[in-house]
């Protein structure tokens, strides 16, 4: 079994992406390919023992060769032009954030009709909105935190009360988020989220609270799980922090709590993620509070792919792979077209 | 000023795509292009000439010019290998139904900076999806008909009464769908829908309801709207007569409305429309009933544009390519890595 790594990305998360596809390369044993996408979209395969941050930052990664996007695959141009294929069996979408997360590679995947492990479009679209996300646990049922989104012409809250965490929509990362404790402070907090997103959520920031990820994926043998961690944070996970998050290659504590609590997270994780997010290897973090299980988020490309989560991480993956959703093939006959044709044998659209 | 008419695609619209690029090429007044999507998503150049319905059914387009999607543009390859670029100021993306309303155009377009009319990822999914268009509705505070969503698992519905119209959740054609006017033929309108679809949508049906359809878009020059037009419809708009829809090419009525639903109407388009929608020429259909305005759906592709709801079409097109929505960059600069590299000094991610 081949897969291939795509990392980087037109993202807020390009460096963290790299981090995390190097992380990656140590934990696989199975054989791998990396294909890099710059800031400018390029597509490049690069050599393993060319997988290390200084190779993307000095900009040698451009020595490498380019490949190109086609129908059942990346290729590359070879002698006169002649195009050959980069042989893998899957690829894992490691382009954390925009591109990554937001339906793009989701949607060249499957437009070129190549198998990948990661979020299909809708997916994408529904878990890169953090106000979509809200309607999407409305609809399986799970609570969250209340909330209210914010445009740039309509700045003004009307329910939530201090202190707050302000956060643009369409961010993965910690990128624009603010605690705010007074009104004083939310204006400020407000500009900051809105240089990055035209949207903009407000929800109560409860320090201490509980928090729990999960990781899992619909596998050839049905859903499967992943322990279940209480991340030791501080109050906000900054960018500094979560770029050695991504970088975790052991394994973590699995956290002591009572087998109830772990099946109503299953459960919760369960009626998120079908069928939706099948094909895709997703974590969920949630907030307890009151013994009530809500949705934080969900990462449907997590850092490292969250393998550190698992005991038998490649044993999972093949298992994984053999569970990728389908595409529903139409056949198109023209039967309409035809039929007009013959039976009124009119000109016009002959 | 030169437009490429994108259509095709693997969709059950395909051939309904075909006839709007036919209609739209007698239309439109500026130079053009005209890129075929067929159905195993190979891109061809076709020759104005060629613009028949025969050329596509008998399969003769595989004569004319392959095309990649590469960055910054299609291209072709010329002598020795060597690629060279179409030549277009914008692509408008006349693919209707799966591929052109699912957010996969769109993602392709903007990953690969090419300039386009159409919705883009978020407006397509939320579009694309009856369910997502009620939330999407209700978050712009616009109200629609109430509904109920079913999955293969759970097909019993809860509220409704009859007669219902059940419609596969995700197809913009009337493919799948049924009205239903007793509990013993629901099941085989269900079996019917879920052949399309994992996601099947039942609402009431309302005979004789009062549509308008309304199009318009955001351009240079603010909101635009056309004319307000009454549909004269069947109960149900098949397949076929969905066909010669598609092929309108005169101009249509306004329907005779007060100033007061008229102003509601474009209200209601406008909440609907900004600022996801932006980029798009939308068509929205709107129900009236006990004066209360509903949004049916949202049409971010229509047939040939709705072209014949406009008085001056050929004149609109240009300012709304003025006011296409441009990519926020993002700017990677390799910080995070070279702070890490400087300060630390550390061997594991150099």
């Not at 624009?176 to 939310?186: M, N, P, Q, T, Y």
């Not at 990781?215 to 050695?244: H, R, T, W």
């Not at 509070?289 to 993956?317: M, Q, R, T, V, W």
């Not at 990728?324 to 044709?341: A, D, G, M, Q, T």
Request: hydrophobic share 40%.
């Amino acid at each position: 079994m081949t897969l291939a790594l795509l990392f980087g990305g037109q993202s807020y998360e390009h460096e963290i992406s790299i981090v995390s596809a190097i992380t990656l390369k140590t934990v696989l044993t199975c054989k791998l390919e990396f294909i890099f996408c710059d800031k400018d979209r390029n597509f490049y395969q690069i050599p393993e023992k060319s997988m290390k941050a200084s190779h993307f930052a000095n900009g040698d990664y451009r020595k490498d060769r380019l490949l190109y996007l086609e129908k059942d695959g990346f290729v590359f141009h070879g002698f006169l032009g002649k195009s050959k294929k980069l042989d893998f069996d899957a690829v894992v979408n490691l382009i954390h954030g925009a591109d990554g997360e937001d339906g793009k590679i989701a949607s060249l995947f499957e437009f070129f009709n190549i198998p990948f492990i990661g979020p299909r479009i809708e997916a994408s679209v529904l878990s890169y909105s953090k106000t979509l996300t809200k309607a999407l646990a409305s609809s399986a049922k799970i609570e969250t935190l209340p909330f209210e989104t914010l445009t740039p012409d309509q700045r003004l809250l009307k329910k939530l009360s201090y202190p707050l965490i302000v956060k643009p929509d369409h961010l993965g990362s910690s990128i624009g988020v603010s605690i705010v404790r007074s009104k004083e402070d939310l204006e400020y907090a407000l500009d900051v989220a809105f240089a990055f997103d035209n949207k903009v959520i407000v929800e109560p920031f409860i320090s201490a609270v509980k928090e729990y990820n999960l990781a899992g994926c619909l596998s050839a043998n049905g859903m499967e799980f992943s322990i279940v961690e209480a991340p030791q944070k501080k109050e906000l996970l900054d960018f500094d922090k979560k770029y050695l998050d991504f970088s975790r290659s052991g394994q973590v504590q699995e956290a002591k709590i009572s087998d109830e609590l772990k099946n109503g997270l299953y459960e919760a994780f369960s009626a998120l993620y079908k069928p939706m997010f099948e094909g895709a290897l997703v974590r969920c973090d949630f907030f307890v509070i009151d013994d009530k299980i809500l949705l934080n988020e969900i990462n449907p490309c997590p850092g490292s792919l969250a393998h550190y989560l698992f005991s038998d991480f490649n044993a999972l993956i093949p298992r994984l792979l053999k569970a990728l959703p389908k595409e529903r093939k139409i056949n198109v006959e023209y039967n309409y077209i035809n039929s007009i044709r013959q039976a009124k044998g009119k000109a016009s659209y002959r």
